[in-house]
């Protein structure tokens, strides 16, 4: 499938799975040559779920003692030249970068968790997952495609691309399988995964900061605590500071390899809750419910 369900490549199904072709070539690479240390990190999530997010609040935490926050890399650099997004450093041939990254190192994928490299679900490193309401997760996606495909009349209208969501595809789509499989594991392995959804972190954004320092090695120590480092931190990763770094608000990322722009900016749009009321109607809305509360069923798991 060409646009506008894949952002610069076609979408092929590999195993159940939509992923650009570029992608998917970067993962079989991946699966072959990767070798995860205990200490890796992964920050793992399906598109437009919060990934950015995640990565600014890691690498800040990870980084804390290092870096002070007023002089912070997150000020001039984007979260996602921060963190490294592994299948395209495979897919680009730069994977040295993977490997110049300091311990403990911090990485991100999108892939399913069947799809990871056998290392990473072998060795003892840490999984972050982070999750999000699909319809939120949609609506996200309609937004950024539009901005880098131009708009709605170069793309699909939005029904279409509604009806393609629902249907799975979407990179690394469907979501519901994506989310689920995350799901299991994390109830399996509970020191191996950790299973944070959006919404949960929008509301409570120092519980759950700590709890990732806590999961990814680095908790707070009392004196932190009593200097609010990670009220900091959390201020230094909203969106409304994000947004406002002038870092963030216009060049592209590095994507040469795929022939389209991606501004920094796109990364950041609301950042709220629930703004599929403002574009699905009651009917489409319920729809996708009905589809993901039966995916759901017997999870444990509910939107
Ligand atoms: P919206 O389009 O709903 O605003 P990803 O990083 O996985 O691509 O997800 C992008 C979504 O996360 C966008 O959602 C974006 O605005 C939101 N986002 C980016 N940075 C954020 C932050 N610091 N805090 C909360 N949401 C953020």
Redesign the pocket.
């Known amino acids: 499938y060409e646009r506008p369900f894949s952002i610069g490549h076609p979408l092929r199904l590999y195993k159940g799975v939509w992923i650009a072709e570029k992608m998917l070539r970067g993962t079989l690479v991946m699966q072959q040559c990767f070798k995860s240390c205990p200490t890796d990190i992964f920050l793992a999530?399906?598109?437009?779920?919060?990934?950015?997010?995640?990565?600014?609040?890691a690498f800040s935490t990870l980084t804390r003692t290092k870096c002070s926050l007023d002089k912070h890399p997150l000020l001039t650099h984007n979260?996602?030249q921060c963190v490294p997004y592994m299948e395209l450093q495979f897919a680009t041939g730069r994977r040295q970068i993977i490997d110049v990254i300091p311990s403990p190192r911090l990485m991100s994928t999108h892939l399913p968790y069947f799809l990871l490299p056998d290392s990473i679900k072998e060795s003892s490193c840490r999984i972050v997952y982070?999750w999000?309401d699909p319809k939120?997760?949609l609506?996200?996606?309609w937004?950024?495609a539009q901005k880098i495909l131009g708009g709605p009349d170069k793309m699909a209208t939005f029904d279409q691309f509604y009806e393609f969501f629902c249907q799975g595809l979407y990179s690394f789509g469907p979501i519901w399988n994506h989310i689920l499989e995350y799901w299991e594991e994390s109830k399996r392995r509970p020191e191996k995964i950790l299973f944070l959804k959006?919404e949960n972190?929008?509301q409570e954004p120092v519980k759950y900061a700590k709890q990732l320092a806590h999961f990814i090695g680095c908790p707070f120590s009392e004196s932190e605590e009593n200097q609010h480092v990670v009220e900091q931190i959390v201020e230094l990763?909203?969106?409304?500071?994000?947004?406002d770094f002038d870092v963030n608000k216009d060049g592209d990322l590095v994507t040469s390899s795929t022939n389209v722009h991606i501004s920094k900016a796109?990364?950041?749009?609301?950042?709220?809750v629930g703004?599929w009321k403002s574009h699905m109607t009651q009917e489409m809305a319920e729809r996708l419910d009905t589809l993901i509360k039966e995916k759901f069923e017997g999870s444990g798991l509910q939107i």
């Not at 796109?266 to 709220?272: C, M």
């Open positions: 999530s399906f598109p437009k779920s919060g990934t950015t997010w995640l990565k600014a609040m979260p996602h982070i999000r939120d997760v609506i996200s996606a937004h950024f959006y972190i929008l990763c909203s969106i409304k500071k994000m947004k796109y990364f950041f749009r609301k950042g709220e703004d």
